[in-house]
């Protein structure tokens, strides 16, 4: 036999829909509407403080300013370099040196606006940087609403806007990349004694190249695009 719901008890925001003949257990029991609030509520409700809602709205007044956002001119410079075409200088073809770790993986080095850092190259993933070592470079990172799942979790993705990328001699000019936290990675390159990296260099920039992997020469070929 099923037993009948009923209503009881307070105004109808404060009803709980109850098995018929049941008292309403005491955590549900309408709150005391004068005297003190019981000491076991939260301090914000004895009486004095900002009630919950207000302090959601504080916090969200000050969460934009402990975000940095990027201005209005470089939001337009980043979007505009998603579908602008790459600015290329130095050589037409390269042949990078690579260096094949234990692990099997293949590592080289390149610079970001002038300075060297360590990568290694991932197939099955697009470019990303490290975000720390990008802002060691000076180079700005904006967070966005993409997420990045893997090394130890899910991470918050930044963009960054690059004035150049020099891989062997071929330069690249105003390529954004993708930043995002590579610290648990690099703890666990440094357990297992392999090469430290500063980032992955992925299909996208490998397929812009042209990329050819010569595995007994342990070299890595890139071609500069033909003109559009």
């Known amino acids: 036999m099923t037993a009948r719901g009923t209503r009881r008890g307070g105004p109808p925001s404060q009803r709980f829909l109850l098995p018929a003949g049941r008292a309403r257990p005491a955590a549900l ?17 004895r009486g004095r403080g900002l009630p919950p809602a207000a302090w959601l709205l504080a916090v969200a007044a000050l ?9 209005v001119a470089v939001r337009e410079q980043i979007q505009s370099s998603w579908t602008r075409p790459l600015a290329y200088a130095g050589s037409d073809e390269v042949v990078i040196p690579l260096t094949r770790a ?18 290694v190259i991932d197939t099955g993933s697009r470019t990303v940087f490290d975000l720390k070592t990008l802002h060691a470079l000076g180079v700005a990172t904006y ?40 610290s648990d990675l690099q703890r666990s390159q440094t357990a297992e004694a392999l090469p430290q990296i500063d ?20 070299t890595l070929t890139l071609r500069k695009p033909p003109p559009p």
């Open 29 to 45: 029991r309408r709150a005391p509407t004068s005297g003190n609030p019981p000491a076991s509520y939260p301090w914000w409700s």
């Open 63 to 71: 969460f934009p300013a402990c975000v940095e956002t990027p201005s």
């Open 102 to 119: 234990k692990d099997d993986k293949l590592y080289f080095r390149l610079q970001v606006d002038g300075r060297d850092i360590d990568v």
């Open 143 to 182: 967070p966005t609403r993409d997420n990045y799942y893997g090394f130890g979790g899910f991470l918050r993705g930044h963009v960054a806007f690059l004035n150049e990328i020099n891989l062997g001699g071929l330069r690249l000019a105003g390529k954004t990349v993708t930043a995002i936290d590579l």
């Open 199 to 218: 980032g992955l260099v992925g299909a996208d920039l490998l397929a812009l190249l042209s990329a050819r992997i010569d595995y007994p020469a342990q």
